[in-house]
């Protein structure tokens, strides 16, 4: 696609395509984020484009894109509000480090690079094979792997003074369950 054409499907369409995810998300930011993002994509991927099924491909690329999106939010920042140990076994202590806990990994997730963080998320929350990854993303499994890797580093990096402290707790917590159940 050469540039004067994808300029005129972009003067055309961009509009439109952003008023259809602000329908959706009721958020004027994420909106504009998407439609750019949604011919980004086109650009990208050079595509080429029938002209009857434009503004449908550009509306199915985008709701694509905005569901991906709300399920990576949704899942990224659920992950510690599924986590619900018995309260009975847990102390005031260890609360106060899960909730330590639960904001550093929070602003290691938010500070990761969102290519990283969407492979992070896709293999660990999603639980999907790097190959099924790979295949969503469009990119080679080598790829994928080079992406989870760096993913895993960026955490290592910022929650390694939260480590011994995890280990802690799950220790203490699991402990403690075990004296329960023994004591019944």
Known sequence: MKKEKFKSLFDTYFEDVRRYVLYRSGNDDIATDIAQDTFMRIWEKQMTIDPKRVKGLLFKIAGDLFISQYRREQVAFNFFNTFKPNNKSITPEDEINFQELKK???????????????????????????????????LSVKAIEKRMSQALEHLKIHLKDKIVGLILFVMGWRLNRVKMERNK
Not at 104 to 132: G, N
């Open 104 to 138: 550093a990994y929070d602003a290691a997730l938010k500070s990761m690079p969102e290519k990283q963080r969407t492979v992070f998320l896709m293999s660990r929350i999603d639980e999907l094979k790097y190959t099924e990854i790979a295949d969503q993303l469009g």
